[in-house]
């Protein structure tokens, strides 16, 4: 298994004359050591249509330094990225699978090459505090990269030049901060490129990702905002004028499809919650798909969610066991000690440890499927040529307020139906379709303004409440199974009994509560633009 890293770094540019200031002055830094130089050598890897490059993960085969051996940078978080380092072995011109396993999902089928060579002279400098600890390490880097042909009788680009990088080792942002500024008052810069190969291969990357069109841009992420001044309303004006449907349907499929893949790569790396993040990529997609149907030949699309459906399906059981565990276990630990009879904690433990490697096996499973890997190489071709209709050239906003419309009345009979039933299932359709209308609602937000932004925080707290009700079928569940083999062991089973009670209240609870928050929802139906 690969070793990991967390890499929190800034990367500043700097000219051929640029003199590394003295940092011993930054505070927290008690000592510099002397200077170290290292000469890395760092062979890129990518598929031909750069997939790597466009999910910003990076996979290189390096030599030299201190840290030798394969690395896959993935996507940034917060400023730090996730390292992933393997030893050299004697794999050299192709990656070897154990490396390559958790972007098995970005590539697919494609065979990584080397797409670029870095050449770099490193001088590093380290920053000590008052007890020796190394806080941070600065790189002054000369860099040599060759990008190579994209197609055959094409020449390779060379690109020297200079940068600095900045990495905490025991440090924190402040002391990141205070060196960033120290290098700028020296004449740095903040790197315009987030990596060396972006700065290698930005021509091809630009090429095989397309920026979206300029009128999407402009409203992309920027819901409308009050006193934003004349000349920002006017230019978000003419930019809502500019932008079709299609144009919003393509940015929400491109942004989705991201997710999912981040989500794909955090389940393959054994990251936190990324089960559950790939299950939400995927009810997103089939949210957006669904809704859109307008501007989108359905019978294209329907296969789609189909996969889609399938892989929330076979990641579904997993999860949410391990959410009903993980809250009874909480709930048992808050309970008096006299009311905990038998080992109850213990059992809960081992439950919680048999779904956690369940549900790690089946997401290996799932993704590790020729079905699953197939259903991203559609969804990719999906995203990048959606299968447009007429409508898809009308302006967006009558068309994105139309969709939306739409799902919210759906949603509104649902809440009616539920009303009149005595169906326990009645709410949980309520609770999928304030879902879809929410994954919608955050789509169209730049689009069609404040009116949206209310709306989605008044269906987050109704799917919330709607949320805790549906757990509590779950845990329920639990309570009775555990309680069976607990009284089948011999022990005490009444605690099993008391937590399926203090469960069934907090259903009853979760059902008041929605009913308080519906007439709220309801008020911000229907929809208009701003």
């Known amino acids: 298994m690969a070793d990991v890293h967390v890499e929190i770094e800034r990367k500043y540019d700097v000219g051929e004359t640029f003199v590394l200031p003295g940092l011993a002055g930054v505070p927290g830094v008690t000592s510099v050591d002397e200077p170290v130089e290292h000469v890395l050598?760092?062979?890129?890897?990518?598929?031909?249509?750069?997939?790597?490059?466009?999910a910003r993960v990076t996979l290189r085969r390096r030599t030299g330094g201190t840290d030798a051996g394969?690395?896959?940078?993935?996507?940034?978080?917060?400023?730090?990225?996730?390292?992933?380092?393997?030893?050299?072995?004697?794999?050299?011109?192709?990656?070897?699978k154990a490396v390559l396993a958790p972007v098995v999902g970005i590539v697919r089928s494609a065979a990584?090459?080397?797409v670029a060579l870095l050449r770099t002279r490193r001088i590093v400098t380290e920053l000590r505090d008052v007890d020796g600890r190394v806080l941070a390490e600065v790189a002054n880097d000369h860099v040599t990269g060759t990008a190579f042909p994209a197609e055959p009788g094409e020449a390779a680009v060379v690109t020297s030049w200079r940068e600095v990088e900045v990495e905490l080792v025991s440090g924190d942002d402040d002391l990141l901060a205070a060196v960033g500024a120290a290098l700028v008052a020296a004449g740095a810069e903040p790197s315009r490129s987030p990596s060396k190969l972006t700065r290698v291969l930005g021509?091809?990357?630009?090429?095989?990702?397309?920026?979206?069109?300029?009128?999407?841009?402009?409203?992309?992420?920027?819901?409308?905002?009050?006193?934003?001044g004349k000349k920002a309303r006017r230019r978000r004006k003419e930019a809502l004028a500019a932008l079709t449907a299609g144009d919003?349907?393509?940015?929400?499929?491109?942004?989705?499809?991201?997710?999912?893949?981040?989500?794909?790569?955090?389940?393959?790396?054994?990251?936190?919650d990324g089960v559950h993040q790939l299950r939400v990529a995927c009810r997103r997609l089939r949210s957006v798909l669904a809704a859109f149907r307008p501007?989108?030949?359905?019978?294209?699309?329907?296969?789609?969610?189909?996969?889609?459906?399938?892989?929330?399906?076979?990641?579904?059981?997993?999860?949410?066991?391990?959410?009903?565990?993980?809250?009874?276990?909480?709930?048992?630990?808050?309970?008096?000690?006299?009311?905990?009879?038998?080992?109850?904690?213990?059992?809960?433990?081992?439950e919680d440890l048999r779904d956690g490697l369940a549900g790690g096996d089946a997401a290996r499973r799932t993704l590790a499927s020729p079905r699953y890997l197939s259903a991203l190489?559609?969804?990719?071709?999906?995203?990048?040529?959606?299968?447009?209709?007429?409508?898809?050239?009308?302006?967006?906003?009558?068309?994105v307020a139309e969709v939306l419309t739409h799902t919210g009345r759906r949603l509104r009979h649902l809440v009616e139906a539920a009303d009149d039933a005595d169906d326990p299932a009645a709410l949980h359709d309520v609770r999928k379709a304030a879902k879809r209308l929410r994954y919608n609602a955050e789509v169209a937000e730049p689009v069609l303004g404040a009116p949206v932004t209310g709306l989605i925080t008044t269906l987050k707290e109704a799917q919330q409440v709607l949320g805790d009700r549906q757990d509590t079928f779950l845990?329920?569940?639990?309570?009775?199974?555990?309680?069976?083999?607990?009284?089948?062991?011999?022990?005490?089973?009444?605690?099993?009994?008391?937590?399926?009670?203090?469960?069934?209240?907090?259903?009853?609870?979760?059902?008041?509560?929605?009913?308080?928050?519906?007439?709220?929802?309801?008020?911000?139906?229907?929809?208009?633009?701003?």
């Open 248 to 272: 919003v349907l393509r940015a929400a499929l491109v942004a989705q499809t991201r997710s999912l893949q981040d989500a794909d790569v955090m389940v393959r790396s054994d990251q936190p």
């Open 377 to 399: 190489d559609t969804l990719a071709e999906l995203a990048a040529d959606p299968p447009l209709t007429e409508r898809a050239t009308e302006p967006a906003v009558p068309v």
């Open 41 to 54: 050598e760092a062979a890129y890897y990518d598929t031909a249509d750069l997939r790597l490059g466009r």
């Open 475 to 530: 845990t329920r569940e639990v309570c009775t199974r555990l309680g069976s083999q607990a009284f089948t062991a011999g022990e005490n089973a009444w605690t099993y009994g008391r937590l399926h009670a203090l469960e069934e209240a907090r259903c009853a609870q979760a059902e008041r509560e929605f009913w308080l928050r519906w007439p709220a929802v309801r008020q911000a139906l229907p929809l208009r633009p701003a």
């Open 203 to 228: 021509n091809r990357l630009a090429v095989a990702a397309p920026a979206d069109p300029p009128a999407a841009a402009a409203v992309s992420g920027q819901p409308e905002k009050k006193g934003g």
């Open 112 to 114: 990584p090459t080397q």
């Open 295 to 350: 501007v989108l030949d359905r019978e294209s699309v329907e296969p789609v969610r189909a996969e889609l459906q399938w892989i929330g399906a076979q990641l579904a059981g997993s999860r949410d066991a391990e959410v009903a565990v993980a809250h009874l276990r909480e709930l048992v630990a808050g309970q008096p000690p006299e009311l905990v009879l038998g080992p109850v904690a213990a059992r809960m433990q081992q």
């Open 70 to 96: 394969w690395h896959v940078k993935l996507p940034g978080v917060a400023g730090a990225r996730r390292e992933l380092h393997s030893p050299l072995g004697r794999a050299a011109r192709t990656p070897p």
